[in-house]
């Protein structure tokens, strides 16, 4: 699977993280692949690769043997503009074994966070409209900015965070992006940190939350204050478990 070949104007984004556990991710340009560059699907596993990606949080839809839909929280690592996904859902989850099962499934980019707190932390009371993809035996959320339908290409099943390259097969768009909102981005990190209780310290996690709230209550409207205080009573609700020290 080639995903880019010789492209002398490709600039990518570059993630750099900090060791601050108070400061967030930033994300610098630019990086200017090499003329001669030609990436296949082996190159995911290096380290140089990785640092050249942007991981892009979203909702992927998949299906199970029976055609049973499940709706997940997932931040794929993207080549390009969406020119191929890694996919990394962890085992054991539904998200894992419906991929596994059927190699196909369909990436979202929104930009609303409701459907995201929701369905991270399974509180998602039904399931959002939805219609059948157009290439792929799956289902396209109706309400989304993009959606990328895509195939397994190969699983690497030897971590408990898998590896999936994929394929783009499909793209739509159905509107424009919104726009940026520190609300919106507050919630999302509140999603995410979520699903790591278990591996994060309650302070770290107390720490993060009183950070985010402010911008929540400054910037956000109705809906990205219920998610976000969704995910707060979820997250204070759960009994504090041992963990590792604070960590990104």
């Known amino acids: 699977m080639k995903v880019l070949s010789g492209r002398k104007d490709l600039f990518l984004l570059t993630q750099t993280t900090t060791p601050n556990k108070n400061v967030h991710s930033t994300y610098n340009f630019i990086r200017r692949l090499p003329a001669e560059c030609s990436l296949d699907a082996n190159i995911f596993a290096t380290d140089a690769f990785r640092e050249s990606m942007m991981i892009v ?3 992927v ?3 199970d043997a029976a055609g049973h839909l499940n709706i997940a929280p997932m931040g794929p690592i993207v080549a390009g503009d969406f020119a191929s996904l890694l996919l990394r859902p962890f085992q054991p989850s539904t ?5 596994a099962a059927t190699r196909c499934g369909v990436f979202h980019v929104v930009d609303r966070v409701e459907v995201i707190a929701q369905a991270a932390i399974g509180k998602m009371a039904e399931l959002p409209p939805v219609e059948v993809a157009v290439v792929i035996d799956g289902f396209v959320l109706k309400d989304c900015c993009r959606w990328f339908e ?5 699983i690497d099943a030897s971590n408990a965070r898998s590896r999936m390259p994929s394929s783009i097969v499909y793209q739509g768009e159905r509107r424009p992006f919104f726009g940026l909102n520190r609300a919106r981005h507050a919630v999302l ?6 699903t790591r209780l278990h591996l994060l310290s309650r302070q770290h996690v107390v720490d993060m939350i009183s950070f985010l709230e402010p911008a929540v209550e400054k910037t956000g409207g109705t809906e990205e204050k219920s998610a976000f205080a969704m995910l707060k009573d979820f997250i204070f609700s759960q009994p504090e478990t041992t963990s590792p020290s604070d960590t990104t």
């Open 61 to 63: 839809t998949s299906v």
């Open 189 to 194: 990190e509140a999603a995410i940190l979520s």
């Open 150 to 154: 895509f195939t397994v290409d190969s």
């Open 95 to 99: 998200t894992f074994n419906n991929l």
């Open 57 to 59: 949080e979203g909702i």
